[in-house]
């Protein structure tokens, strides 16, 4: 039964890594100065298999900066959002579970050095 619990409260479970992403990523700035850039909100999908304890394959946090950023330049106000949208829901209710996406959100500022 532990071992049943432990994979289960593991299912569909992503962890994301700033520092290997190439570029300098703050998740805050100070709230006295906000960050000054460009916006942008991309949405990616992982997907997972037997209810959320295999990963297919995962939203990638450095392949959605590296599509943003230029050269030097950096993201502030980092925030990553993972919430079943409807159709993820619909695609794991009528698979039973067998196949369960997640939407991941990843939104932020662009700011020059």
Do not use: H, N, Y
């Not at 502030?76 to 829901?89: E, G, P």
Request: aromatic share 6%; net charge neutral.
């Amino acid at each position: 039964m532990v071992v049943v619990a432990a994979l289960m409260i593991g299912g569909c479970a992503q962890t994301f890594d700033a520092t290997v992403t190439g570029v300098e990523t703050t998740m805050a700035s100070p709230g006295s100065v906000p960050a000054d850039g460009e916006s942008f909100s991309i949405t990616s999908t992982s997907v997972f298999a037997l209810w959320g304890m295999v990963p297919l394959s995962r939203a990638s946090l450095a392949d959605v900066l590296a599509s943003q950023t230029r050269g030097s330049q950096q993201v502030a106000d980092l925030r990553i959002r993972v919430r079943s949208k409807f159709k993820d829901i619909l695609i794991s209710v009528l698979t039973a579970g067998i196949i369960v996406p997640r939407s991941v959100t990843f939104e932020g500022v662009i700011v020059e050095p």
